[in-house]
């Protein structure tokens, strides 16, 4: 192998290790909680739907009737 292949895989290898780490830090945020799904099974909307979890409270603003709305959720602890 000729000294510039080796040159480019030396600093071909650490970069694609970073960029993969990198990656599953960044999903790990995204997918990491629980969803939660809130129905409007009543006939009139939901105005200003909060969640409260412990550490945080998530807007789900207003739910007309039949539909529902989703978030995912990070609880700091336990939640009731």
């Not at 650490?14 to 790990?28: C, F, Y």
């Not at 739907?49 to 412990?54: I, Q, S």
């Amino acid at each position: 192998m000729t000294e510039k292949k080796l040159r480019w895989w030396l600093l071909a290898i650490p970069a694609v290790l970073v960029a993969a780490i990198l990656m599953a830090v960044i999903a790990l945020q995204l997918w990491s909680g629980i969803q939660v799904t809130v129905e409007n099974s009543g006939t009139k909307p939901l105005k200003s739907v909060t969640l409260h979890v412990t550490g945080a409270s998530y807007n789900l603003g207003d739910i007309a009737p039949a539909a529902s709305a989703t978030a995912r959720v990070k609880p700091t602890g336990e939640s009731h």
